[in-house]
């Protein structure tokens, strides 16, 4: 396995244990205390493994997607709930362990995500999903969805579209339902894999029909 390992867990003994094993095992693991400190260095490529604190994961996916870039997560938590780790896949993490670690099976779950990873980017097979969800969405669906990922609110969304903020917030609730998607961020990410173009204001001659 070539593939760098990032590991953030604010917890200093679980993260100096993890990092310490990993290096030992010959895979270079660099370790962070926050995802804040982890965005700070920005890497491009690599593995992201996290521990499964409350809004960690989503968070860390939501800044992964504002980079327009793509790193496998893997995440872990003590004994688990298997909803715990559901959670965990839908909010963007490819894998999961069980803390404390068994070794081997960390491994075999970190060779995995850099496997799916390399086929991912070789294959465009996430940009393939992405577009395909995204042609699930009317164009006036695929318009809010553009302003979503440029991070614009919905009264900045209704002003570029000459619609209400109202309009806006109706429609940004039937794009996360036709996605599939349990929050803005994962409904982002698919608009950023399936490279969705940038919204554009509405036509003063033809304006568009909310």
Known sequence: MHEMVWVIDVDVRRRASITFFLNNTGIFAEPFETVEEFLGSWPKSGIVVIHDDPGAISSLAQAISAQQAWLPIVSYSEKPEPARVVDAVLDGAVGYASWPLCTDTLVKILRDAGTRSAMAVSGGARQVQATARIERLSRREREILSGMAEGLSNRLIGERLEISPRTVELHRSNVLT??????????????????????QPASSEKPLVA
């Open 178 to 199: 036709k996605l599939g998607a349990r929050h803005s961020a994962e409904a982002i990410r698919w608009a950023i894999e399936a490279s969705l173009p940038a919204l």
